[in-house]
C-alpha cells in the first residue's frame, strides 16, 4: 500500500500556519483541531513544520514565552517528508530513522497531505487484522482438508 491510497482513505485535510503567528495560537489551534503538528506555510510554500514536541522543548523549557514568540523561531525548517508513490512501510521506518510522528506528503514542490504515526499504525493494524481473516477463512473454508496419516 502506497501513502496515495492511505490518504484516499484517510484524507487529505491540511492544518496551516503562518510563519509569523504566535506560538500560543499555534497551540490553541492544535488544540481546537485536535492534532500534534501544523505544517508552517508561506506564500503557498511548505517552509516548516511546528508540532507539540518543538513547543515543550523550545519555548517551555527555554523560559520563552508563547504569547510573544512567533511559530518561525521555534519551527523546524529542515521537513522530512515523503512521496506518495512511497510505501506504509517505508514511511515507518524514516519515522523511526528521523525519530518524526508527522510526515507531510509532498507531490512536486506542493503538499497534497500529511500522514501521522497513528494513521500508519491503523491502517499496519488494520491489514494484519484482514490478513487473519483470510488466513482464518481459508482453514475453516470448504477447500482445506487437515492431511490425515
Not at 22 to 38: C, F, H, P, Q, Y
Not at 132 to 140: A, D, N, R, T
Amino acid at each position: 500500500m502506497t501513502i496515495r491510497h492511505l490518504l484516499e482513505q484517510k484524507g487529505r485535510r491540511l492544518w496551516t500556519i503562518g510563519p509569523n503567528t504566535t506560538v500560543r495560537d499555534a497551540i490553541a489551534e492544535m488544540a481546537d483541531k485536535n492534532v500534534g503538528s501544523l505544517l508552517v506555510m508561506d506564500d503557498g510554500k511548505l517552509v516548516g513544520i511546528i508540532t507539540e514536541r518543538h513547543y515543550a522543548r523550545n519555548v517551555v523549557l527555554k523560559g520563552k514565552t508563547s504569547l510573544t514568540t512567533p511559530v518561525k523561531d521555534i519551527m523546524e525548517t529542515n521537513v522530512t517528508h515523503v512521496r506518495p508513490e512511497q510505501s506504509v512501510e517505508l514511511c515507518m521506518a524514516l519515522m523511526t530513522e528521523k525519530r518524526v510522528r508527522h510526515l507531510p506528503v509532498l507531490e512536486g514542490s506542493e503538499v497534497i497531505g500529511i500522514v501521522s504515526i497513528g494513521d500508519l499504525l491503523k491502517f499496519i493494524l488494520s491489514k494484519k487484522e484482514a490478513d487473519i481473516g483470510q488466513l482464518e477463512h481459508y482453514i475453516q473454508g470448504d477447500g482445506w482438508q487437515p492431511v490425515r496419516k
